[in-house]
């Protein structure tokens, strides 16, 4: 089945910095979805995205649907504290269902 | 507009019991999924419905697992007997339409199950 690899596996971020997460897959998708999810909740969205080559932002968050439609990324600016959580990569293939990224685990550099 | 209901938030029960996990999608949502998340498989589909009607149970592990949606308001997701694999988060979610991104999905709080 489809399979959508999304890097890195976790990150540490420092209040102020900029930060990148992506998501890439074998299979061309027709909708890239961002999701965050935070302790002890299900994932929330954040972000959708339609055409392949699509910027879009939400607040601090920007995420673009890869030129190829194999790929995507999303930004996270100015980061603070409250961005920690894990960030889900989710891809819609032709009629199909979608298919989850593992996630990307944000946490606070100590 | 209250969300994705899911109760209970938490179960803990002994292998070979049976759990009954609930739903209550948000009003209006024609969709209801169930998914479950481990640390070693993510988020994985188990069923969803359309209109109360099963329409994919292809992710359903086995026949220890069914999920039942009588009215529109309401689902269950059942495990008869339990094991100790079956120890995971429990999410449901809804949608205005199919399972695909252009409706994007409304998760609840999840339900985290461990048998012991």
């Known amino acids: 089945g489809q399979q959508l690899n999304q890097s890195p596996q976790s990150m540490f971020i420092q209040e102020g910095e900029d930060v990148s997460m992506n998501c890439t897959s074998s299979?061309?998708?027709?909708?890239w979805l961002w999701y965050k999810q935070e302790p002890g909740e299900g994932p929330v969205l954040l972000i959708a995205?339609?055409?392949?080559?699509e910027l879009t932002s939400n607040g601090r968050l920007t995420a673009q649907f890869g030129i190829t439609r194999k790929d995507s990324f999303l930004n996270i600016s100015a980061s603070i504290p409250s961005d920690v959580g894990i960030y889900f990569c989710?891809?819609?293939?032709?009629?199909?269902?979608?298919?989850f990224g593992g996630g990307t685990r944000v946490l606070v550099k100590p | 507009d209250a969300g994705v209901i899911q109760s209970p938030r938490h179960e803990v029960t002994e292998m070979g019991q049976e759990v009954t996990l609930r739903c209550k999608p948000i009003?209006?949502?024609?969709?209801l999924f169930w998914y479950r998340q481990t640390m070693m498989r993510g988020l994985e589909l188990l069923i969803y419905?359309?209109?109360?009607?099963?329409?994919?149970d292809s992710g359903m592990p086995e026949d220890r697992f069914s999920a039942k949606m009588p009215n529109a308001s309401f689902s269950t997701l059942k495990i008869q007997p339990s094991e100790p694999r079956d120890s995971a988060v429990y999410f449901c979610?809804?949608?205005?339409?199919?399972?695909?991104?252009?409706?994007?999905?409304?998760f609840g709080n999840g339900t985290r199950l461990t048998v012991t």
């Open positions: 419905f359309n209109n109360n009607v099963p329409i994919d």
């Open positions: 299979s061309i998708f027709n909708t």
């Open positions: 979610a809804s949608s205005f339409f199919g399972p695909s991104g252009n409706s994007p999905l409304h």
């Open positions: 009003s209006g949502h024609d969709y």
């Open positions: 989710a891809g819609e293939a032709a009629g199909n269902k979608l298919t």
């Open positions: 995205l339609y055409k392949a080559g």
